[in-house]
């Protein structure tokens, strides 16, 4: 057995066979149910709530349920839902795949430049092979790394992704776990890495059938999104061995080099060895098992830096995290709303904090929350944090869904475009942000149960009340919402669209052509914010490129010494404004920025 080898669980089809598995404690009896006729065979417990059996002739693609005490229920590790949450799971041959890409050994977390997009909404095709066929722009634009939101199976068609219910089995209108490889073979012969969203903090409601099954949820603990699940409570040893193997899972059988782990300040475990420094230490092992590179990013509500702190420094050793204060700062300073958790930011000074030290809130005192929130970053590297003008959440959680094209004028976009690009941290674009999308990206779900739908829409005004919005929100069960919320590809190519596009090719590979514009250490940094003139000024340094970064935030213009030294201009967010030798003084437009670099004789 190899060193991140984990319980088994599913069904495993081999030339004479299949070997069903599942961990089922509170079962007394268990069979496996196949059709055609409903063929039974009983399953043999082997000790801890395990129960398995080998069953001759089952190809892959066979229809099974399991019998819990008689009553038909799909697996919880179904690899794959033809039918749906409701219907029977399906045998899939993981081994069977023709993989290509043995010589890709993944990239270092700072060279990510990530692009985070819905499955569903991306393209009009609103599948896999839909990404598929938009590679080659998202080549050209210059991210290294796609980042699809959650793809576990989930009611109906559409979905955010977040109310999954089978964990293992990619979602069948999407392509299913077949589609999902051909992707990620594609994005590794592209030369992209490729990051999965995964839900390790609640399942959904529908078709969630794994209570008959074990211990799997606690009452110790409540989330805003359903039941916690049992990471510390009695037998929960089953519990932690099914979500750790499932991440396993994504990296082993679909060779994905990240996942994004949702929300994870609602895992709740007080073991002495959290969840997610388990998790670590086995997707490590299997990294070092295989060469190639595998990173965890968490998103976090915690300003906790434990997160991405080494285990020597008690930590759980993660690649990086998400910084939702470096959005919030830079959002309330482009907009000036101050609702709902954005009371906490505003002005220059949280957006240079940001920028110094990834979290603003460090330890301070949090108007929004009433107290204090936080803890400091200090001493861990930029790379360790991932930051954005928009993601799904910062849009979709609006009331109409509406993205900062639609609240910013172009000046800000583009301010907004260089703030996340040539941060020292690892940036993340939103689909659609690189040419001013403006079409929404709203909430939707397509649940079959009608009490369901109500609490759904229930839940969203109450959600909007912290933030004083008084209007009727979307209804998410209307697929004109789900419509709306695509991607309007024909608006790339033309007009002002098309400018803020190129604007953004030639940014993200102004980054990546200058060493000191990617991820670098807090020492090689000087950030300084100016309240007078609405400045705020990046000095980095790597090996030997230099630049400095000055970005002016205020409707007027603003005149700022530039470092000792021979400087040249090298980029502007002035269209009309060509690159030219510096004198001493950076002139800046309103709402602009210039990026210079030290010349050397």
Not at 154 to 168: C, I
Not at 204 to 217: A, H, K, R, S, V
Not at 379 to 404: E, I, K, M, T
Not at 477 to 484: D, H, K, M, N
Request: with cysteine; aromatic share 12%; charged share 20%.
């Amino acid at each position: 057995m190899t060193v991140s080898a984990i319980t088994s669980a599913g069904a495993v089809p081999s030339r004479r066979g299949t070997v069903f598995t599942v961990w089922a404690p509170y079962a007394r009896s268990m069979a496996v149910e196949l059709p055609p006729g409903g063929r039974k065979v009983p399953m043999k417990s082997s000790g801890g709530g395990q129960w398995t059996v080998f069953v001759p002739g089952v190809k892959p693609g066979a229809l099974y349920k399991f019998l819990v005490n008689g009553e038909a229920r799909p697996d919880p590790a179904s690899a794959l839902q033809p039918q749906g949450v409701h219907g029977p799971s399906a045998v899939v041959d993981h081994s069977a795949f023709n993989w290509s890409d043995a010589g890709w050994k993944g990239l270092p977390v700072e060279k990510l430049i990530i692009y985070e997009l819905h499955p569903g909404t991306f393209t009009p095709r609103g599948d896999f092979a839909g990404i598929e066929e938009k590679l080659p722009y998202l080549k050209e634009l210059g991210i290294t790394a796609l980042e699809l939101m959650p793809v576990a199976q989930f009611p109906g068609g559409r979905n955010w992704g977040y109310d999954g219910v089978y964990p293992y089995a990619a979602q069948s209108s999407y392509g299913g776990p077949e589609g999902l490889k051909r992707l990620v073979n594609a994005c590794h012969k592209a030369g992209l890495a490729i990051i999965l969203d995964v839900v390790y903090n609640h399942l959904g409601p529908e078709g969630n059938y794994l209570e008959c099954y074990g211990p799997y949820f606690t009452d110790r603990y409540q989330t805003p999104w359903g039941k916690a699940l049992n990471y510390d409570g009695p037998d929960s040893g089953g519990v932690r061995d099914f979500f750790i193997g499932n991440a396993l899972y994504w990296f082993r059988d679909f060779h994905f080099d990240g996942l994004r782990l949702d929300a994870v300040h609602g895992i709740f475990d007080f073991s002495a060895k959290h969840l997610l420094a388990e998790m670590q230490e086995r997707v490590a092992a299997l990294a070092a098992e295989t060469g190639r590179k595998m990173h965890l990013i968490a998103e976090s509500d915690l300003n906790d830096p434990r997160l991405v702190s080494s285990a020597a420094a008690g930590g759980y050793g993660l690649a990086a995290q998400w910084s939702d204060d470096f959005h919030h700062a830079l959002h309330t300073l482009l907009t000036g709303e101050s609702q709902g958790y954005y009371e906490d930011f505003g002005g220059l000074p949280c957006l240079a904090k940001a920028f110094t030290e990834a979290f603003v809130y460090d330890g301070a005192y949090s108007k929004h929350r009433r107290r204090a929130h936080g803890a400091p970053a200090a001493g861990l590297p930029a790379s360790s944090f991932v930051v954005c003008s928009q993601n799904h959440d910062q849009v979709g959680n609006r009331l109409s869904g509406d993205r900062l094209a639609a609240l910013a004028g172009e000046k800000k976009l583009r301010l907004a475009a260089g703030a996340v690009l040539l941060s020292p941290y690892v940036p993340l674009l939103f689909m659609g942000e690189e040419y001013a999308e403006d079409n929404p990206f709203q909430y939707f779900v397509s649940h079959g149960d009608p009490a369901l739908i109500a609490a759904v829409r229930e839940g969203r005004k109450r959600e909007f009340a912290a933030f004083g919005w008084k209007a009727e929100p979307p209804d998410p069960q209307s697929e004109s919402v789900f419509s709306a919320s695509r991607l309007d590809w024909a608006k790339a190519g033309r007009g002002r669209h098309a400018g803020m596009l190129s604007f953004y090719k030639q940014l993200i590979s102004l980054r990546r052509r200058s060493p000191s514009l990617a991820s670098c250490a807090v020492k090689d940094m000087e950030i300084k914010f100016s309240p007078s003139s609405g400045t705020i000024s990046l000095l980095r340094r790597r090996s030997r490129s230099e630049t400095f970064t000055v970005f002016n935030f205020t409707g007027k213009g603003a005149r700022l010494a530039l470092p000792p030294g021979s400087w040249k201009e090298i980029f502007s967010s002035e269209a009309e404004l060509k690159p030219r030798v510096a004198a001493k003084t950076a002139l800046l437009a309103p709402e602009s920025f210039i990026v210079f670099t030290r010349s050397y004789r």
